[in-house]
Structures are given as C-alpha cells and as structure tokens.
C-alpha cells in the first residue's frame, strides 16, 4: 500500500465520514462509532490537516443540500429517494428521536402505524418459494391483521410508501423492541424462561422485508437498494437460522454499501470455520472493508499466520492509529498465546484511550493467564472508573476474583455482565469457568453451552463443556465437545491432549495415541514454526515433546499389548530429561526438562519392563538412578532387592 | 462512602498487625496498645464513658496522630522507629490489589477456629511464614475489630472497594517525604504499582481516569464511613437525652459537612435534628423531624418501635404546652408498651405520666377516673416493683426521689423523706446511675432547705455543681445554679448571686425551656433587691417582665405572686394584697398544693393582718400555719409563723411570754443564715422587750436592762435589714433606735439616729 497518497487518504476520510452520518442515521450507534474511530485513526497528513473542517463543508456544499437538512445530513443521490426522504422528514426526525429515547414501538408507528404480525420465526426460507412453509403453526392470529394467512401466495408489500431510510428505521425499531422484550421476559440469568424467549417481532419484520424486495424486483427497482434493509434482511434470517440465506443477503448487502461494520460482524459470526471463510470470499466486494473483514474474521478463527500478520501490517499502514486494528494485532497474539506480546499492545492501548472499555475483557483474560493481580486489579479500576455497568467491565472484575478464587463473587460480576447484555460471549464462558471451580456442573455446562449458541466459535466453551462433563465421568460426551475444541484449535497440544484421554477412557487406545501423536505435533509446531519471538508454549524449552503426551502414549501402547512400540516411546520420555540431542553443544539454551514424576514412573516402567525382558542390567541401571533422584525409592528398592534375589537365584542353579 | 471502612481504620489495621509481628518492643507496647484499644473500643463501652477517652477519640484520625502515636518508640528492628515500620506497612499497600492482599492476610493475624484448625489438619499446609507472630483471640478487642474489619472489606461491591482504595491515597499522601527519606526509589506516583511501573505521572490520561479526583481534593471529606456517623449521631443523641442540652453550632456544621459528603444517612440524623429543634422550641420542625426519623425507622424495626415514637410524642406535646395532646398521646403509648410488652417503655411512660399529674394535676383527671395509677402512692409503689423487677436503676432511684417528695409535700415525717433519699443514693452509689445523682442532690439540698439548715443545703448545691455537673442533665444543674443564686440573695448576696446566674453556659441557654427558666429566676432577684431598695417603679417594670413567659413553672409563678404582695405592702395597698391573697389560697384549696406554700401563704396574711393594724384577727390564721409548719417539719416557715404569733402576743401586751417565745426560736432562725427572717424576728424581739420595759416602772433598773435589750435587738436587726439592703427596715428601725434614745434622754444620740435616718433615705434616693 504504499501507493497510499494524500488524495486517497482525503477520498476516504470523505467516504467514512459520509458512512458514519448515515450509520447514525439509522441509529446504528456502534457502526457509526466503529466508522468514526476508523475515520480518525487515517493519518493526518500535512495539507489535510489545515483543510480538514473545511472539508467537510465543501462536500456538504456540492451535494446540494435540501433547505432544512441539519448539518450531519448527507443527501441521497438517488432523486426519488431523496424526494421521499425530504417529504417526510419531519416523521423522520420525531421517530430518530423516538428511537433516541428507546421508545422503540412509538419509533416504529411513526412510520408504520398498523401491527405487523408477530410470533416466533419457523425455520424456513421465506423467499424460497418451492418448499412448503409451516408457518402458520405458531402464528399469533389476531395481530396478523396486515397479512392474512395466505400460504402459496408470493408475498405482498404491505408496507406504506416510504424511504429506504425511514422503512429501515421503522422496522430496525421493531426488531430492537423485540429484543428488548425478549431480554425482559428472560427474567433471571439461568432462570428458568432465561435462553428459551424469542424475538415475536420477527416474523412480521421477515414478512415485511419479504414482500418488499419482491416488489422492488417486480418493479426492477432492485438496483436502486441501499443495502441496510438487507443488512436487516441478513440479521434477521440469521436469528431464525437460516444462516446460508442470512449470508446472501449480508454479502448483498456489504455489495451495496460497504462502511456498514455491523453487516461484517454478522457475516463473520455466520462463519464457523475457515472453509466457509475461503468460500465467500471471493463473492464479497474488492475493497478496504473486505480486507478489514477477512482480518477480522481469521481472527476470531485463530488465524494467528503469517500472511494474516502481513494483512494486518498493510491495513496498519493505512490506519496507523486505529485501536480496532491494534485490538486485532493483540488478540492474534493472543491466540497464539504469546501473552506478552498482547499485553504491551493493550497495555498501549489503554494508555493511549484510557476512556476506552472495547475489549478490556480480552485484556484482563491475558492478565489472568499471565497471573498479574496488581495489573488486572488497576485495568478493573480504571474500567469502573469510566463505567461500571458495561459488560466488559464486570467482567474484567469477575476475572480479577476469579484469579483471587473468590469464586461466589466472580460469578457475580459474570452475572452482572449477562444481565447487562445477554449476547456477551466472553461472560458466558467465563461464568462457566466458575461454576466448575464451584463444582456446580449443571450451571457449568449451561452456561457453556449458551456460550456456545451466542458464538461457535469458542473453543474454550466446548474445552470447558468436555471437562465438565469429564468431570461428571460422561466421556463420550465429553469426547465430542474435546473434538470440537481441537477443530477449532488444531494446533493447540491442550485440546489433542484431551481428545487422547478421552478416547482413552472410553476404551480405544488406537483412536487416543493419534491424537496424542496430534498433540505432540501440534506442540512442536508451536515451537518451531512460530515466527513470533519468544511465543512458546506453557514456559517450557524449545524443542522439548512433551514428556507427559509420550508417556501416555507409551501406556496406550502397552495398553494395545505393542511393548515395543511403548518402550522406545518410554525412552522417549525419558530422553526428554536431557534435551534433544542437537542441543547439547548450547548448554545455555534448551536443557532438558530435568526428572519429574512423569521421567521416573517412565523410568520405573522400563526397569520393570527391562526386569520382565531379563535384561537385569540395564535393569539395575535405572532403579539406581531411580534411588538417585529419590523418586518412588521404596518402589525401586523393592525392585532391586527382587532383581538381586533373582540374580542370587539365577545364578546359583547355573 | 463506605459503611465501615475508612482510611483511618487501614492505618489501625496497619499498626495492629505490626503489633503482631513482635517489632514493637515491651516498653512501646502499653502506650501502642492503649493507643490502639482507644480507638477500636466502642463508643459506649463501660470503658469508654471514661471522659478523656471520649475527648482523645476523633471519629478520622489522620495520619498525624498515627504519627504521634508512634514515633518515639523504638522498633524491635535496629534504627527504626515504630513509625517507620508503620510508613513501610502503609506505602506497601501500593496498588488495588495489594489493599486486597492486606485485607486477605489479615485473618493470619487471628486464632484458628476449631474448623480452620481440624481443615489444616486435613489438608496440611498453610503455615504462617512468620513464627514470631502472636495471634490474636477471635474475640478480643482487637480481634474482633480485625474481623468485623475483614468482614466488612468482603462485604465490599468491587467500586466501593475502589472507592476505599482511592480515599486511601490522600490520606497517606502526607507521609510521602518520609517515606521518600527511607526509600529512595519512592516519587510521586509511588503510591499504585502500575503507574510506577510504566512511568506513568500525576498529570497522565490514565492517572486521570484512575485517581481522578485526587487532584481536586474531592475526597477529603471521604474519611469517615457511614459506621463513623452513626456512632457520632448516637454520641450526640446520647449526650442530648441525657443532658438536655442542644446540639452546639459548631458540630452542627460538621454534621452537615459529612452528611452533604454523599453518606448513607443514618435515620438517626433526623431524630439529632429533632431533639436540636426541640431544644430550640422550633414546635413545627420538631414535629416533622419526628416523624420523618419514624418514617425512615419504621422498615426496618417494625412497629416495635412505635410506642418510643408516640413516648416522644407525648413529651414534645407537654413541652409545648399542648396538655390534653400530651395525655391522649401517653395513654396510647402506655396501652402499645402493654401490647408489645415492652417493660422499659411501659415504666418509662407511666412514671412519666406520674410526674406529669403532678406537674400538671387538671389535666390528669381523666386518667386518675380509669385508674391507670390510682393514687399516688399506689403509683410510686407500683412503679417501684416494676423498676425493681426490670432492673431500671435510674426509674427506681426517681421513683424513690418522687416517694420522698411526696411524703414531705404531704407533710410527712421527715425520717421518712430522708430513708427514701438515702435508698436513692444507695442505690447511685452501688449500681453507678451517674445521672440520678443530681436529682438526689437537689432533693437532699431542699429537705435540708425546709430544715432550716441552710448550710447544708448550701454545701449539696455545691457539691453537686462541683463533681456532677457534667456528668448530669442540664435541667438539674440549671435549677441547681438559680437555688443557690436563692440563697445567695436571702443572705443578702446579691452581687454573687448574680454571679452564679452568669455561671450558666451560653449553650444551656440555647434551649428556650433553660432560657426561660434563667430569666425568670434572674428577674426574681432583681425585683426583690428593688423592693429592698424601695425602688418601686423599677419592681414595677421587673413584674411586668416576669409575668410575660405563658408557661412558668408553679414554684416560680407562686415566688412572683408572693413578690407581688410583698410590692403591694409596701405600696401600702393592704387590701390589694389582701384580695390577691384570698385569690392565691382559694386556689391552692381546690388542688393540692404544697404544704410549704400553703404556710407561706397564711404568715403572708397574718402580717397582712398585722400592717393594716389589726394583729389579732391574724392570730388563728398565724397559729394554724405555726402547726402545720410544725406538723411538715418547714422550719423556716415555722419560725415566720411564730413570729407572726409573737406579733400578735405583742399587740395583746403579752410581752414576757412574746420574747420567750422569741428568744426560743432565735438560735434556729439564725441558723437559717435568711436575713431577712433574722432581722423581722430582732425587730419583734426589740418591741417585746420594749413592751416589757414599759410593763417596768420607770426610772427602775429593769426598765434600763429592758431599753438596752431592745437597743442590742435593734442594732441586731438593723444589720440583717442592712445587709439585704432593706431600705424601709432600716429606716424604721433607726427612727425606733432614736426614738428609745429619745425616751432615754439622750438627745445628741437621738439627733445622731435621726441624721442617720435621713441620711439612709437620700442615699436610698441617690441609688435610684
């Protein structure tokens, strides 16, 4: 990007700057804020800066304003749109501070003033025409007064005459007033109507949308579609889980207009793994945004690569203040766990914006991976300093009792978090986490398992789901959740650890050494091909195995009666006390792990395996160096006193 | 604001666990210990009633005082001081977490319960690192401060934590240049870890967001915890029920300092304003202070508390004069207190309704038809056994003080009176009721008044203005100071007796009851002096002032009522004074009204008989109150009475049995140091042998003995007159001295009794 000039840069502060009034236009506040961050993090350069108020003022002038547009309105080049939007922007202006004031249903009837029909939403496409629909199982009759309940009918614009802008303000209200009844009926976290309300207003939003486009397509009009009621279309298709539909319409969306994040983060939640990343991405817009989007989208995938970084640096060059891209950069390192790396950025980070909440969570999870108490306790208090009821400050407080094993209190906070935003991931997991330390399973895996629905993508949910119900010794079940962790994490030696302990104990020994063998892969890979600095696994030397993953397959070894195969994977556990063997001329670098309990059991088999296979020598040889280390002594005495009992008695006949 | 935890309790936490770890050598130990058992302790602790604890206890100490507390005694660590050591526990708490940390360690410094104990053993491990550390009992003073401490820091929502770590740092910031002497590497942001360890400073964003308000000094007032105010409040509300007095400006300020900090206010801050506009005579406010403390109150203690709201009630209603309210209120208390079987109230409310009837008796009819107490002495009998069986000391004591008072009222054996009194003060004495003290004094002071033997009751004002003063209800020391005004003036005092008027502190005068009271009593001595002066015009302006207070209490009323006659005598308006009179004991008739007045009124009119020259027909009226004086053991009254006999014994020419009579009481009268009553009885005493001498033929030796008798009496009594400043009496008994020196033809000496005469009457005219 290094073609990157002024002019480009003064374009695209133009364009994000026309992106963040119309996001605020629709009341998208957090696009808009996202937008705007992105906006000011371009680089100032010299000409621009002078000229940057009146900018504004010049593209304000030559898109030839209505008389009473407020200062933030940009008008719409479409001429019939903006004939419509000046007509009723008086309505407009009453419902945009309707909607300002949360008053989501009086926002909706300013423009729509008659019911739409309300109910849960079926599963079905509602533009595919060709499968028979089942809707009218749970329809609530009597507020279905606009559409009669017509089943092979195509479906009909219902709605009034109106601007783009103003129908999606109406119907984004309805569907906010849906949500917000739905978190009011949820009552209680993990209360018993808590994850089983719906949003009623979706079905009279889908039908909405539904008859609109078709109409717009009937008048050919479709081209003239600014992409929010897809955008809305998309998010709404997606809650009733017709995900590739959802992705269409998204896609077609960002297509029309690109600067709308919140249809990249829809999009990017609907993608689950990174096949389904390559896969649209070629169907998506060649521009800024899409680069921003796969970036971000790798990331919450674990994309922690190479290439990723590199995208990361172009994008930097472009935004070198943006705190969303630095997020990015620390939360890559994050993933691939190289902890203080991440640290510095956030540290950075807070000290640059301290106001800034977005994202502490993550960074109070790396101080708490980290251990750093005085730290995580500063981050809790400057976060309630700025604001204590946002969900990422409580739960950067119920981390810090977490890591205190105040246990009671931590889940408080995660509470907290939930009550204040139900869709917060990170609380969900991180409740979870408490609940098992307070050996509550069943809240345990519930809260796992709403983490889950609000994001597939967490592994250490599904990690924490398989423990738990290790714990409540259901390995099959437990198998299944370690799996999903390890496809979500391939090269984490954690997850591959946890499926080889569970095959192991569901008897099928075969099954456990591959993924141990995948878990030792996995942890060399780490090591070696890891191109950032010093990221090594769990503070252990570089090019160690880990000597515990050999162990266990040595034993899954002898458990398939291969005694070969575990001896020398026993050798191998045992070698790890001194290192490999390229190491030996660096002293300085790279010693072995040094003797463990995990070294002296191997080291106690293979003398009962040497004692077994008559080579009493070598025998010997071991359960001295056992009584050396002074590991298990009583055992290798015992061993040896048998072995001299044997010899004595072996030797005697001959 | 916190509930419990300020900085000033960190720092004592601080130095309680440096006290622990064995560095404070035994020589500091006392005075560490005291100094930290001075604070910890609870306000109302027996210990703790002790009056220089109270004054040394500041509600935040800062950390000056830490410092005073600690910096001459040397450490059990070479070169150091404890303070040092205190700084050092101090400075470490360096960031929020270590605060937590603190707080965390804390329970090292306490026995293990059995549970911890059996747990450990259990599992193993978990041994303190630091093998000289002594551990404190769970529920020593000490350790039960720790605990209540931890507990309360548990307790804490994550940002009021916040809020207690952020007070903290300007409360140590002081200490930084001695810390900075110990530690080189300390600077300014030395006080958080993490803005130390990236070198961040005061004037940083971060800084900004996490210490915001350090600059601004917002959170200075942060020091003291809602626990603090409370115990404040209950310090205050104490201190008022107790003493009566009013809350002092000063400390209202700082009430309202706190208060507007942003404290949880406790409900009691509205019962301190109550009591303060009470005291203030603010009858409207009073009322609504009342009722919001109720209001608030309420919730959490239910209607148990409802008959103190009405108890109150009733008092307010009888301060301000709204009788009838007062009694409905007190009744319905009384059935509540019942009800909810609260004994305390119960008693409380019926004793006070007993003082009540008394204060107040035609108000009290109603209530004596259902017999709530029967008569009186089935009252204080039954009040009695009640306080006995609750152990109410201080009802009891009052209760015995009311029994004595009513036998002696009623005319009672003194014996008796004074067997109350001394169960009383036994029961003071041996069950520590401080503030009962007074009243028993001020009893034992008035039985000896009535006595006649004024010195003593001189000598209990004193002594109890002198030990107990503080320790009692103003009421008591009030009255106290204007009975020993009293006497002052009856022994003709008047300067010091207005002295000891102005003893009274300005902040007792606060209270419109006190004030009242003072001004009522300070009006009395002024209006007598003028009538001794024969200032009469200014008597005149002083009664009109007298009478403008609507509700005086009865002794006082009938002081000014007697003052009044006595103005009307000597006006001369006999029959003014006469009617006045009839009105006065007409009164007294239908109620029951205390023998004292009642004698007094009867010698009133026997003199009144006696100026209007008709002696005789005073003479039944003169012996009646001469018995019953006798009958209720009023000697001074007594001694009146048989004066106003001898008066009469006189006008029959029954001289002889006149100055026996006189010259048998004499030795009392003098004894009861009242000028006034020494100088009349000299003066009969002076016309009996007089009248004896003219019996005496002339020219006779007895004659002479006789004239020169009456002369000494004269002179006897011209002093006493003299010494009140009784122009009048002075004067007459001048013009007597020469008119006798005039009979014993010695006319240079009676020219010289005359001049002096005169003499008396201009300089009496120049005072004017």
Redesign the interface.
Same mark, same amino acid.
């Given at each position: 990007m290094a073609t990157f000039t002024k002019a480009n840069a003064d374009h695209l502060r133009n364009t994000l700057q026309e992106a963040v009034v119309k996001c605020s236009e629709r009341c998208l506040y957090q696009s808009a804020k996202w937008v705007a961050e992105l906006s000011v993090s371009l680089p100032m350069l010299p000409s621009a800066s002078s000229s940057f108020d009146a900018d504004t003022d010049s593209q304000m002038q030559d898109v030839d304003p209505p008389p009473i547009s407020p200062a933030f309105h940009f008008a719409n080049n479409d001429p019939e749109e903006a004939r419509l939007e000046a007509q009723e922007l008086s309505r407009y202006l009453l419902a945009k501070s309707y909607f300002d004031c949360r008053e989501y249903d009086r926002c909706a009837a300013v423009f729509i003033p008659s019911a739409l029909p309300r109910g849960p939403l079926s599963p079905t496409s509602p533009n595919s025409q060709s499968r028979t629909s089942t809707k009218a199982g749970k329809r609530i009759g009597k507020d279905s007064g606009v559409i009669t309940e017509v089943e092979s009918e195509p479906p009909s614009n219902a709605l009034p005459k109106l601007s783009q802008r103003a129908l999606f303000l109406a119907l984004y209200s309805k569907y906010m007033s849906g949500e917000k009844r739905k978190d009011e009926e949820s009552e209680m976290i993990l209360g018993p109507v808590d994850g089983s309300t719906v949003n009623k207003e979706l079905v009279g939003i889908t039908r909405s949308l539904e008859g609109w486009f078709t109409d717009r397509e009937a008048r050919g009009l479709s081209g003239s579609n600014q992409g929010w009621l897809e955008y809305l279309y998309g998010i709404v298709l997606a809650k009733g889980k017709t995900e590739e539909d959802a992705k269409r319409w998204l896609i077609r969306s960002v297509h029309l207009f690109p600067f709308n994040w919140g249809a990249w983060l829809e999009l990017s939640e609907l993608l689950n793994n990174v096949e389904e990343l390559q896969k649209i991405v070629p169907e998506l817009p060649r521009n800024l945004m899409t680069l921003i989007f796969h970036l971000y989208a790798s990331q919450e995938l674990y994309q922690s690569t190479d290439p990723i970084h590199k995208e990361l640096d172009e994008l930097d060059n472009i935004f070198p203040d943006s705190q969303f891209l630095k997020t990015q950069r620390a939360l890559l390192y994050y993933h691939s766990k190289d902890y203080d790396e991440a640290e510095t950025i956030f540290?950075a980070l807070?000290?640059a914006d %301290?106001?800034r909440i977005d994202s502490l969570d993550f960074y109070s999870n790396i101080l708490y991976v980290m251990s750093a108490? %005085? =730290?995580?306790?500063?981050l *809790?208090?400057?976060a309630? *300093?700025?604001d =204590?009821f946002r969900p990422e400050t409580c739960c950067v407080?119920g981390n +810090? +009792?977490s890591l =205190?094993s105040e246990h009671e =209190?931590a889940v408080m +906070?995660f509470r907290r978090a939930l009550t204040l935003d139900r869709n917060f991931l990170s609380a969900w997991t991180l409740m979870g986490h408490e609940y098992v330390e307070m050996k509550n399973t069943h809240a345990a895996i519930e809260s796992y398992r709403r983490a889950v629905d609000v994001n597939q993508k967490d592994y250490r949910a599904w990690y924490g789901l398989g423990q738990t119900y290790e714990v409540l010794e259901m390995h099959l079940y437990a198998l299944f959740y370690y799996q999903r962790a390890a496809s979500l994490r391939p090269y984490d030696p954690k997850m591959w650890q946890a499926v080889g302990s569970c095959y192991d104990k569901v008897d099928r020994p075969v099954q456990s050494i591959k993924a141990y063998k995948r878990a030792l892969v996995a942890g060399t890979y780490y090591d070696q091909g890891s191109s950032f600095g010093s990221g090594t696994t769990a503070g252990e030397p570089a090019g160690v195995l880990d000597p515990e993953t050999l162990y266990q397959i040595a034993l899954m070894f002898e458990k398939l009666n291969q005694l070969d195969d575990a001896a020398s994977y026993m050798e191998m556990t045992l070698a790890q006390e001194e290192g490999p063997e390229e190491d030996d001329d660096d002293e300085a670098e790279g010693r072995g792990i040094g003797v463990t309990t995990t070294t002296s059991k191997a080291r106690m088999w293979l003398a009962r395996w040497e004692f077994k296979r008559g080579a009493h020598v070598r025998a010997m040889e071991l359960a001295n160096e056992l009584c050396q280390d002074g590991v298990e002594v009583e055992e290798a005495k015992a061993l040896i006193r048998d072995m001299r009992a044997r010899m004595e008695s072996g030797r005697s006949p001959s | 604001m916190s509930r419990y935890l300020t900085p000033t309790k960190i720092g004592l936490l601080a130095l309680i666990s440096l006290y622990t770890e064995s560095v404070v050598p035994s020589a500091a130990t006392i005075p560490v210990l005291s100094f930290l058992i001075s604070q910890v302790l609870p306000v109302n602790s027996v210990t703790s009633r002790n009056d220089d604890l109270l004054r040394s206890r500041d509600i935040a100490l800062t950390l000056d005082d830490f410092q005073k507390a600690t910096i001459n005694h040397i450490s059990g660590i070479p070169g150091r001081t404890v303070w040092d050591l205190l700084l050092n526990k101090l400075w470490k708490i360096n960031?929020? &977490?270590?605060l937590?940390v603190f707080f965390?360690t804390l329970s090292l410094l306490l026995q293990k319960t059995p549970e911890q104990l059996q747990n450990e053993a259990e599992g193993g491990a978990d041994t303190d690192s630091n093998p000289n550390r002594m551990l404190l009992s769970r529920t020593s003073p000490l350790g039960a401060f720790v605990r209540r401490a931890r507990l309360e820091f548990t307790r804490l929502q994550?940002?009021y934590g916040?809020t207690l770590?952020k007070s903290f740092v300007p409360y140590r910031a002081p200490s930084l240049p001695q810390w900075k002497k110990r530690n080189q590497t300390a600077g300014n942001t030395s006080f958080?870890?993490?803005l130390q360890q &990236?070198h961040?400073d005061l004037g940083?964003?971060?800084t900004?967001? *996490?210490y915001?308000e350090l600059e601004t000094g917002a959170l200075q007032v942060a020091g003291v915890s809602t626990e603090d105010v409370k115990k404040l409040l209950e310090y205050q509300v104490d201190q008022m029920q107790r003493m009566g007095s009013r809350l002092p400006q000063a400390m209202k300020m700082k009430l309202r300092d706190m208060i507007e900090s942003g404290v949880t206010i406790p409900s009691l801050s509205h019962y301190v304003s109550f009591l303060d506009s009470w005291k203030a005579g603010d009858y409207p406010s009073s009322f609504d202070n009342l009722h919001r403390y109720f209001d608030y109150t309420m919730h959490n203690r239910d209607r148990t508390f409802y008959q103190y709201a009405l108890l109150n009630l009733a008092i307010l209603h009888q301060d301000f004069g709204c009788y009838s309210e007062a009694v409905v209120a007190i009744q319905e208390t009384i059935s509540t207190a019942r009800e909810n079987n609260d004994m305390v109230c119960l008693n409380y409310s019926l004793s006070w309704l007993y003082h009540f009837g008394k204060a107040h008796p035609e108000e009290i009819h109603e209530v004596r038809k259902k017999g709530v107490l029967g008569t009186d002495r089935e009252a204080l009998a039954f009040l009695k056994a009640k306080a006995k069986e609750t152990s109410m000391w201080t009802l009891l004591s009052t209760s015995l003080l009311s029994e004595a008072k009513l036998s002696l009222s009623h005319g009672d054996g003194v014996a008796q009176a004074f067997e109350s009194i001394l169960k009383a003060s036994h029961l003071n004495v041996t069950k520590n009721v401080v503030n009962a003290i007074g009243s028993q004094m001020s009893m034992q002071s008035s039985v000896f008044g009535r006595l006649g033997v004024n010195c003593q009751a001189w000598v209990y004002g004193e002594l109890f203005l002198q030990c107990y003063a503080s320790s009692s209800p103003v009421e008591d020391v009030v009255h106290c100071i204007g009975k020993s005004a009293f006497l002052l003036s009856q022994k003709g005092r008047y300067e010091d007796a207005l002295a000891r008027m102005e003893e009274i502190e300005e902040e007792t005068l606060q209270i419109l009851r006190y004030s009242q009271y003072w001004t009522s009593s300070l009006g009395l001595l002024k209006f007598q002096r003028h009538l001794h002066r024969d200032n009469l015009t200014a008597a005149e302006h002083v009664l009109s002032q007298l009478r403008a207070p609507l509700n005086p209490s009865q002794d006082l009323q009938f002081n000014v009522s007697m003052l009044e006659m006595d103005l009307l005598i000597r006006r001369g308006d006999y029959s003014k004074a006469m009617e006045m009179l009839e009105e006065l004991a007409t009164k007294f008739n239908e109620e029951e009204a205390d023998t004292y007045q009642r004698v007094k009124l009867m010698t009133l009119k026997a003199q009144i008989y006696e100026k209007s020259g008709l002696p005789q027909k005073g003479f039944s009226v003169a012996l009646r109150a001469a018995s019953l004086a006798h009958r209720a053991r009023l000697l001074p009254a007594l001694w009146e009475a048989v004066g106003r006999v001898s008066a009469v014994l006189i006008s029959l020419k029954e001289f002889s049995a006149a100055v026996k009579l006189l010259e048998s009481i004499m030795p009392q009268v003098l004894e009861c140091e009242d000028c006034n009553l020494s100088a009349q009885t000299f003066a009969l005493l002076a016309d009996a042998h007089v009248g004896m001498a003219g019996q005496a033929k002339a020219e006779t030796l007895q004659r002479k003995e006789q004239l020169t008798k009456a002369l000494e009496r004269i002179e006897r009594s011209f002093d006493e007159f003299s010494r009140i400043e009784d122009v009048r009496g002075q004067c007459e008994m001048m013009a007597k001295k020469a008119t006798i020196m005039h009979l014993n033809g010695d006319p240079v000496l009676a020219n010289d009794c005359a001049a002096k005469y005169l003499d008396i009457k201009r300089a009496a005219k120049d005072q004017l």
């Open positions: 540290s807070l000290h %301290p106001h108490r %005085p =730290k995580l306790a500063f *809790a208090q400057i309630t *300093a700025t =204590k407080v +810090y +009792y =205190k =209190k +906070y | 960031s929020f &977490d270590a937590h965390d994550f940002h916040l770590g958080d870890v993490n &990236d961040l940083d964003r971060l900004e967001v *996490a915001g």
